[in-house]
C-alpha cells in the first residue's frame, strides 16, 4: 500500500533528522542514517543527513552528494556543485543553489521543511569540505570572477567553478580571455 510505504519513510526520516539534532544539541557523533527506499548508494557512500518536504518527499544528504526532490524524480548534485545553501525559519524554506558556468545563472532547489537545521548544516560542512582553493580575480571594469577548485568526494577529482560578477560580458573575447588566463594562474597555485 503506497500510503503505508510513504508513512514508514517519513517517520524514517524523521528519527534520522531528530538523532542528527540530538547529536549535534549534545556532541554525538553523527549516526550514519539509512537511505530512504529507492535510493541507491554508491560504494563507500553513506547517508549523513535525511529529511522530508512538507509534500512527503525525501530530502537526502551523502557523504558524496546531496539529493534533493524535483518534478522529475530526485536530482543526484555532487558537494563540488553545491554552492551554498540556506533555510528561512519563518517560511520554512530550504534552498540549495548549485555552481553556475561562467556567465550563467545557478540552478535554485527550494524546498519547504519543517526544520531544516541538521541538514543544513550538514550541507554547509560538506560545501566547505569540498572546497580546496577559492580566489576572486579582478578582470575588467571593476569587475571579476569568482575562482574555485573544488575536490568531488566520490572520485578525488578536482573541478573548476568560474562565477563572474553581474554584469561582466562572458560573451566579449577579451573578457573570456582574461578569464581563462585567471583561471589557468588559479590553476597553477596548486601543486
Same mark, same amino acid.
Given at each position: 500500500?503506497?500510503?503505508?510505504?510513504?508513512s514508514?519513510?517519513?517517520?524514517?526520516?524523521r528519527r534520522n533528522a531528530?538523532?542528527g539534532?540530538?547529536?549535534?544539541?549534545?556532541?554525538?557523533?553523527?549516526?550514519?542514517?539509512?537511505?530512504?527506499?529507492?535510493?541507491e548508494?554508491?560504494?563507500?557512500e553513506?547517508?549523513?543527513?535525511?529529511?522530508v518536504?512538507?509534500?512527503?518527499?525525501?530530502?537526502?544528504?551523502?557523504n558524496?552528494?546531496?539529493?534533493?526532490p524535483?518534478?522529475? +524524480?530526485?536530482? #543526484?548534485?555532487?558537494?563540488?556543485?553545491v554552492d551554498r545553501?540556506?533555510?528561512?525559519? $519563518?517560511?520554512?524554506?530550504?534552498?540549495?543553489? $548549485?555552481?553556475a558556468m561562467?556567465?550563467?545563472?545557478?540552478?535554485?532547489?527550494?524546498?519547504?521543511?519543517?526544520?531544516?537545521l541538521?541538514?543544513?548544516?550538514?550541507?554547509?560542512?560538506?560545501v566547505?569540505? #569540498?572546497?580546496?582553493?577559492?580566489?576572486?580575480?579582478?578582470i575588467a571594469?571593476?569587475?571579476g570572477?569568482?575562482?574555485?577548485?573544488?575536490r568531488?568526494?566520490?572520485t +578525488?577529482?578536482?573541478?573548476?567553478?568560474?562565477?563572474?560578477?553581474?554584469?561582466?560580458?562572458?560573451?566579449?573575447?577579451?573578457?573570456?580571455?582574461?578569464?581563462?588566463?585567471?583561471?589557468?594562474?588559479?590553476?597553477? $597555485?596548486?601543486?
Amino acid at each position: 500500500m503506497p500510503g503505508e510505504a510513504t508513512s514508514r519513510l517519513v517517520a524514517s526520516l524523521r528519527r534520522n533528522a531528530v538523532w542528527g539534532m540530538m547529536s549535534a544539541m549534545f556532541g554525538r557523533p553523527r549516526r550514519t542514517a539509512t537511505p530512504p527506499p529507492g535510493v541507491e548508494l554508491g560504494r563507500g557512500e553513506r547517508v549523513l543527513a535525511s529529511d522530508v518536504t512538507t509534500d512527503g518527499a525525501p530530502i537526502v544528504a551523502t557523504n558524496h552528494r546531496v539529493l534533493l526532490p524535483t518534478p522529475d +524524480g530526485l536530482a #543526484s548534485i555532487s558537494w563540488a556543485n553545491v554552492d551554498r545553501a540556506t533555510f528561512d525559519r $519563518e517560511s520554512g524554506l530550504l534552498t540549495v543553489i $548549485e555552481t553556475a558556468m561562467a556567465g550563467g545563472r545557478p540552478r535554485r532547489h527550494r524546498l519547504r521543511v519543517d526544520g531544516a537545521l541538521t541538514l543544513l548544516d550538514v550541507i554547509r560542512e560538506q560545501v566547505k569540505a #569540498s572546497v580546496i582553493l577559492t580566489r576572486h580575480v579582478p578582470i575588467a571594469d571593476g569587475k571579476g570572477a569568482r575562482i574555485s577548485g573544488r575536490r568531488r568526494p566520490d572520485t +578525488g577529482a578536482l573541478t573548476w567553478n568560474v562565477t563572474v560578477d553581474v554584469g561582466l560580458d562572458v560573451d566579449d573575447p577579451d573578457v573570456r580571455r582574461l578569464i581563462d588566463a585567471a583561471l589557468a594562474a588559479v590553476r597553477a $597555485e596548486l601543486p
